[in-house]
Protein backbone atom coordinates (compact mmCIF):
# COMPACT_ATOMS: atom_id res chain seq x y z
CA UNK A 1 0.00 0.00 0.00
CA UNK A 2 0.88 3.46 -0.44
CA UNK A 3 3.18 4.99 2.70
CA UNK A 4 4.29 7.72 3.44
CA UNK A 5 7.71 8.71 5.18
CA UNK A 6 7.23 11.96 7.58
CA UNK A 7 10.35 13.76 9.24
CA UNK A 8 11.86 14.38 11.90
CA UNK A 9 9.52 12.17 14.13
CA UNK A 10 10.21 15.45 16.79
CA UNK A 11 11.29 18.48 17.15
CA UNK A 12 12.81 20.28 20.25
CA UNK A 13 12.70 24.28 19.03
CA UNK A 14 13.36 27.55 21.15
CA UNK A 15 10.00 29.73 21.05
CA UNK A 16 10.40 32.47 18.28
CA UNK A 17 12.62 29.97 15.94
CA UNK A 18 11.10 28.79 12.44
CA UNK A 19 10.56 25.37 11.79
CA UNK A 20 10.19 22.69 9.00
CA UNK A 21 9.20 19.48 8.47
CA UNK A 22 8.56 17.56 5.66
CA UNK A 23 6.79 14.15 4.13
CA UNK A 24 7.55 11.76 1.46
CA UNK A 25 6.32 9.22 -0.77
CA UNK A 26 7.15 6.60 -3.76
CA UNK A 27 3.61 7.28 -4.57
CA UNK A 28 2.17 10.63 -6.28
CA UNK A 29 -0.90 11.93 -4.97
CA UNK A 30 -3.41 14.23 -6.08
CA UNK A 31 -3.39 16.24 -2.77
CA UNK A 32 -1.44 16.76 0.28
CA UNK A 33 -3.40 18.28 3.47
CA UNK A 34 -1.45 19.09 6.43
CA UNK A 35 -3.26 18.46 10.14
CA UNK A 36 -1.93 19.34 13.63
CA UNK A 37 -3.34 17.02 16.27
CA UNK A 38 -3.47 18.05 20.02
CA UNK A 39 -4.02 15.42 22.78
CA UNK A 40 -7.26 14.15 23.01
CA UNK A 41 -8.57 15.94 20.01
CA UNK A 42 -9.42 15.37 16.30
CA UNK A 43 -6.83 16.26 13.31
CA UNK A 44 -7.30 19.91 12.62
CA UNK A 45 -6.79 21.08 8.98
CA UNK A 46 -3.88 23.69 8.13
CA UNK A 47 -3.82 23.95 4.97
CA UNK A 48 -4.55 22.14 1.45
CA UNK A 49 -2.66 21.71 -1.56
CA UNK A 50 -3.73 20.88 -4.74
CA UNK A 51 -1.44 21.29 -7.57
CA UNK A 52 1.73 20.25 -8.00
CA UNK A 53 4.03 23.30 -7.13
CA UNK A 54 1.63 25.24 -5.33
CA UNK A 55 2.96 27.11 -2.11
CA UNK A 56 0.43 28.20 0.39
CA UNK A 57 0.65 30.43 3.12
CA UNK A 58 -2.03 30.85 6.38
CA UNK A 59 -0.63 32.46 9.28
CA UNK A 60 2.73 31.90 9.66
CA UNK A 61 2.09 28.47 8.26
CA UNK A 62 3.31 27.99 4.59
CA UNK A 63 3.32 24.62 3.05
CA UNK A 64 4.14 23.66 -0.74
CA UNK A 65 2.77 20.66 -3.10
CA UNK A 66 6.07 18.97 -4.38
CA UNK A 67 6.50 19.11 -8.11
CA UNK A 68 6.80 15.33 -8.43
CA UNK A 69 3.48 15.24 -6.44
CA UNK A 70 5.46 12.79 -4.12
CA UNK A 71 6.55 15.02 -1.32
CA UNK A 72 5.63 18.16 0.63
CA UNK A 73 7.10 20.38 3.34
CA UNK A 74 5.38 22.48 5.88
CA UNK A 75 7.37 25.80 7.45
CA UNK A 76 6.24 27.46 10.49
CA UNK A 77 7.73 30.36 11.13
CA UNK A 78 8.51 32.39 14.43
CA UNK A 79 7.39 29.83 16.55
CA UNK A 80 5.09 30.04 19.84
CA UNK A 81 4.42 27.75 22.04
CA UNK A 82 0.76 27.17 21.13
CA UNK A 83 2.57 25.53 17.93
CA UNK A 84 3.06 22.09 20.38
CA UNK A 85 1.54 19.22 19.06
CA UNK A 86 1.53 16.58 16.48
CA UNK A 87 1.55 17.65 12.41
CA UNK A 88 0.84 15.32 10.77
CA UNK A 89 0.63 15.35 6.42
CA UNK A 90 -1.41 13.34 4.19
CA UNK A 91 -1.85 12.43 1.06
CA UNK A 92 -5.16 12.50 -0.91
CA UNK A 93 -6.02 9.45 -3.93
CA UNK A 94 -9.10 8.39 -5.99
CA UNK A 95 -11.52 10.10 -7.36
CA UNK A 96 -11.93 13.29 -5.45
CA UNK A 97 -8.87 12.12 -3.22
CA UNK A 98 -10.66 11.36 -0.55
CA UNK A 99 -9.08 8.32 0.35
CA UNK A 100 -6.18 10.14 2.87
CA UNK A 101 -2.87 8.27 3.54
CA UNK A 102 -1.29 9.47 6.83
CA UNK A 103 2.19 9.93 7.75
CA UNK A 104 3.30 9.32 11.21
CA UNK A 105 3.64 12.89 12.32
CA UNK A 106 6.05 14.60 13.66
CA UNK A 107 5.86 15.80 17.70
CA UNK A 108 6.97 19.68 18.32
CA UNK A 109 7.71 21.03 21.15
CA UNK A 110 8.43 24.56 21.79
CA UNK A 111 10.27 25.47 24.72
CA UNK A 112 9.58 28.84 25.98
CA UNK B 1 -21.47 26.43 13.85
CA UNK B 2 -20.51 22.96 15.02
CA UNK B 3 -17.89 20.75 14.01
CA UNK B 4 -18.01 16.96 13.29
CA UNK B 5 -19.87 15.50 16.53
CA UNK B 6 -18.26 11.96 17.32
CA UNK B 7 -19.98 9.65 20.29
CA UNK B 8 -19.33 8.76 23.03
CA UNK B 9 -15.65 10.00 23.59
CA UNK B 10 -14.56 7.31 25.03
CA UNK B 11 -16.03 3.57 24.90
CA UNK B 12 -15.52 0.68 27.53
CA UNK B 13 -16.65 -2.92 26.30
CA UNK B 14 -15.42 -6.71 27.15
CA UNK B 15 -14.42 -8.83 24.60
CA UNK B 16 -16.91 -10.13 22.41
CA UNK B 17 -19.46 -7.34 23.30
CA UNK B 18 -20.89 -5.07 20.25
CA UNK B 19 -19.18 -1.06 19.28
CA UNK B 20 -21.72 1.03 18.08
CA UNK B 21 -19.88 4.79 17.08
CA UNK B 22 -21.49 7.56 16.20
CA UNK B 23 -20.70 10.83 13.71
CA UNK B 24 -22.89 13.53 12.75
CA UNK B 25 -21.39 15.28 9.98
CA UNK B 26 -21.17 19.14 9.76
CA UNK B 27 -23.39 20.85 8.35
CA UNK B 28 -23.83 20.61 4.72
CA UNK B 29 -21.73 17.90 4.25
CA UNK B 30 -22.74 14.73 2.57
CA UNK B 31 -19.17 12.76 2.46
CA UNK B 32 -18.61 10.82 5.47
CA UNK B 33 -15.05 9.08 6.81
CA UNK B 34 -14.04 6.47 9.11
CA UNK B 35 -10.50 6.13 10.42
CA UNK B 36 -8.65 4.12 12.92
CA UNK B 37 -5.60 5.69 14.67
CA UNK B 38 -3.20 3.02 16.94
CA UNK B 39 -0.80 5.26 19.64
CA UNK B 40 1.65 6.82 18.05
CA UNK B 41 0.66 5.88 14.38
CA UNK B 42 -0.96 8.31 12.01
CA UNK B 43 -4.63 7.74 10.64
CA UNK B 44 -5.65 4.60 8.53
CA UNK B 45 -8.43 4.91 5.90
CA UNK B 46 -11.43 2.14 6.48
CA UNK B 47 -14.36 3.60 5.19
CA UNK B 48 -15.60 6.64 2.91
CA UNK B 49 -20.02 6.40 2.61
CA UNK B 50 -22.37 8.67 1.26
CA UNK B 51 -25.53 8.85 2.39
CA UNK B 52 -27.18 5.26 1.92
CA UNK B 53 -24.11 4.47 -0.16
CA UNK B 54 -20.93 2.55 0.99
CA UNK B 55 -18.53 3.80 -1.68
CA UNK B 56 -15.24 2.48 -0.55
CA UNK B 57 -14.58 -0.06 2.41
CA UNK B 58 -11.29 -1.32 0.93
CA UNK B 59 -9.87 -0.51 4.64
CA UNK B 60 -12.54 -1.86 6.19
CA UNK B 61 -11.58 -5.78 8.18
CA UNK B 62 -13.70 -8.02 6.36
CA UNK B 63 -15.04 -9.62 9.26
CA UNK B 64 -16.68 -7.97 12.23
CA UNK B 65 -16.78 -4.14 11.11
CA UNK B 66 -20.06 -2.36 9.44
CA UNK B 67 -20.78 1.17 8.59
CA UNK B 68 -23.38 2.93 7.79
CA UNK B 69 -24.71 6.54 6.49
CA UNK B 70 -28.78 6.50 6.91
CA UNK B 71 -31.02 8.98 5.01
CA UNK B 72 -31.49 9.92 8.69
CA UNK B 73 -29.61 10.53 11.50
CA UNK B 74 -25.48 9.72 11.91
CA UNK B 75 -23.10 7.63 10.55
CA UNK B 76 -22.27 4.42 12.88
CA UNK B 77 -19.92 2.35 12.54
CA UNK B 78 -20.06 -0.95 14.16
CA UNK B 79 -17.90 -3.22 15.51
CA UNK B 80 -19.29 -7.16 16.37
CA UNK B 81 -17.85 -9.37 18.80
CA UNK B 82 -14.64 -6.76 20.22
CA UNK B 83 -11.10 -8.30 20.49
CA UNK B 84 -8.47 -6.43 22.55
CA UNK B 85 -7.07 -5.43 18.81
CA UNK B 86 -9.99 -3.14 18.27
CA UNK B 87 -8.39 -1.16 21.20
CA UNK B 88 -7.64 2.60 19.11
CA UNK B 89 -9.17 5.92 18.76
CA UNK B 90 -11.57 6.05 15.42
CA UNK B 91 -12.10 9.32 13.90
CA UNK B 92 -14.49 10.35 11.65
CA UNK B 93 -14.50 13.03 8.95
CA UNK B 94 -16.92 15.12 6.59
CA UNK B 95 -16.72 17.31 3.67
CA UNK B 96 -18.39 18.79 0.85
CA UNK B 97 -17.76 17.30 -2.55
CA UNK B 98 -14.14 17.11 -3.76
CA UNK B 99 -13.45 19.32 -0.98
CA UNK B 100 -10.86 18.68 2.59
CA UNK B 101 -12.00 16.54 5.22
CA UNK B 102 -12.82 18.14 8.64
CA UNK B 103 -12.19 15.21 11.74
CA UNK B 104 -14.32 15.01 14.80
CA UNK B 105 -12.57 14.71 18.12
CA UNK B 106 -12.53 10.50 18.05
CA UNK B 107 -14.09 7.63 20.28
CA UNK B 108 -11.43 6.17 22.37
CA UNK B 109 -12.56 2.50 22.36
CA UNK B 110 -10.47 0.34 25.05
CA UNK B 111 -11.41 -3.14 25.17
CA UNK B 112 -11.17 -5.18 28.42
Known amino acids: GQQLNQSPQSMFIQEGEDVSMNCTSSSIFNTWLWYKQDPGEGPVLLIA?????ELTSNGRLTAQFGITRKDSFLNISASIPSDVGIYFCAGGSGAGSYQLTFGKGTKLSVIP | NAGVMQNPRHLVRRRGQEARLRCSPM?????VYWYRQLPEEGLKFMVYLQKENIIDESGMPKERFSAEFPKEGPSILRIQQVVRGDSAAYFCASSRPNQPQHFGDGTRLSIL
Open chain 1, 49 to 53: LYKAG
Open chain 2, 27 to 31: KGHSH
